[in-house]
């Protein structure tokens, strides 16, 4: 199972900007190619997908409720994804959570199932 480990959250004033980082161990599902994802949940609110990319290729895909503003990519050399987060608005606050896909995933988002999950960081904009 992939291993991962999330950072770089914190507090910040709206339309500020934030990066978020999420380290993954590597592993043949990383290595053929598997989804990774960040994922949101704000307090009384379900878990909603934010944006995901592929280990192997260039496809990305991010949520219409933060396109334009959020930004998904990866650095191969130290198996990292990152969420970069600009605009940010007092609705994105939430804790946010790296995922990894998983064949007995149970959270549908881009195409793909995760079910593999970080800790979590928590993301604050205030107004």
């Known amino acids: 199972q992939v291993q991962l480990v999330e950072s770089g959250g914190g507090s910040v004033q709206a339309d500020g900007s934030l990066r978020l980082s999420c380290a993954y161990s590597k592993s043949r599902s990383t290595a053929r190619g598997t989804c990774m994802g960040w994922f949101r949940q704000a307090p009384g609110k379900e878990r909603e997908g934010v944006a995901r990319?592929?280990?192997?290729?260039?496809?990305?895909y991010v949520a219409d409720s933060v396109k334009g503003r959020f930004i998904i990519s990866r650095d191969d050399a130290e198996n990292t994804i990152y969420l970069q987060m600009n605009s940010l608005k007092p609705e994105d606050t939430a804790m946010y959570y790296c995922?990894?896909?998983?064949?007995?995933?149970?959270?549908?988002?881009?195409?793909?199932?995760?079910?593999?999950w970080g800790q979590g960081t928590q993301v604050t904009v205030s107004s």
């Open positions: 995922a990894a896909a998983a064949a007995n995933g149970a959270i549908q988002f881009g195409g793909c199932l995760f079910g593999t």
């Open positions: 990319i592929y280990t192997v290729g260039d496809f990305s």
